[in-house]
Nanobody, 114 residues
Framework: QVQLVESGGALVQPGGSLRLACAAS????????MGWYRQAPGKQRDLVAT???????NYADSVKGRFTISRDNAKNTVYLQMNSLKPEDTAVYYC????????WGQGTQVTVSS
């Protein structure tokens, strides 16, 4: 089993920045990929960014150049640095880990509004 706890969601003005964190615990050695997804009201959950055990990254086109995913292996934590935030980035952001099965965190709310 893998447990994921997200933090860092907040209300931020357009153009602002925010950093989300996802702390993993449990059977973390089984994890091969970690990532961030987001779900806006009335919409499906979409990929934001992923990072592999070998530090290969992948981003949704809508966030390329603005968001950066990174990991701190010593802290078993994955981060999502979000810059130049737009109102359309408003969503619940979920952390995901792929191991023997797919694991999800509880989500953290990001609201971009003036």
């Amino acid at each position: 089993q893998v447990q994921l706890v997200e933090s860092g969601g907040a209300l931020v003005q357009p153009g602002g920045s925010l950093r989300l964190a996802c702390a993993a615990s449990g059977s973390i050695r089984t994890i091969t990929v970690m990532g961030w997804y987001r779900q806006a009201p009335g919409k499906q959950r979409d990929l934001v960014a992923t990072i592999t055990r070998g530090d290969s990254t992948n981003y949704a086109d809508s966030v390329k150049g603005r968001f950066t995913i990174s990991r701190d292996n010593a802290k078993n934590t994955v981060y999502l640095q979000m810059n130049s935030l737009k109102p359309e980035d408003t969503a619940v952001y979920y952390c995901n880990a792929i191991g023997q099965v797919s694991y999800w965190g509880q989500g953290t709310q990001v609201t971009v509004s003036s």
